[in-house]
């Protein structure tokens, strides 16, 4: 991800993008070293400066960020237990109404 920002932000220092973004230029060094990922809303933050879109920059978000495991992940790590409990029952409630549903299909 660091080579994809670097690309994006050719011609603009990390001081410039640190103006457009609102994000600190001690977390953005920290992006373009690879110390650190960005988190989805600075990703978007990122892309919002650069005119581009948030996949052009990180490959979290690809095609479909439902079929993103590390977006995913990164959404779930961020909730409270109670939620991210909440999250698995319903996941799990998810399944099973698509194994009942599949097997009423003709």
């Given at each position: 991800m660091a080579q994809n920002l670097k690309i994006a932000c050719q011609g603009m220092t990390q001081n410039d993008l640190a103006v457009r973004t609102g994000i600190p230029n001690s977390t953005l060094s920290?992006?373009?070293?690879?110390?650190?990922?960005?988190s989805p809303g600075n990703v978007q933050k990122i892309a919002n400066a650069l005119g581009i879109h948030k996949s052009d920059i990180d490959p979290r978000f690809g095609h479909s960020e439902l079929a993103n495991d590390a977006c995913l992940q990164a959404a779930f790590g961020q909730l409270s237990d109670n939620r991210q409990l909440a999250v698995i029952r319903y996941?799990?409630?998810?399944?099973?109404?698509?194994?009942?549903?599949?097997?009423?299909?003709p």
């Open positions: 920290g992006y373009f070293a690879e110390r650190s990922t960005p996941a799990e409630n998810q399944l099973q109404r698509q194994r009942s549903d599949n097997l009423h299909q």
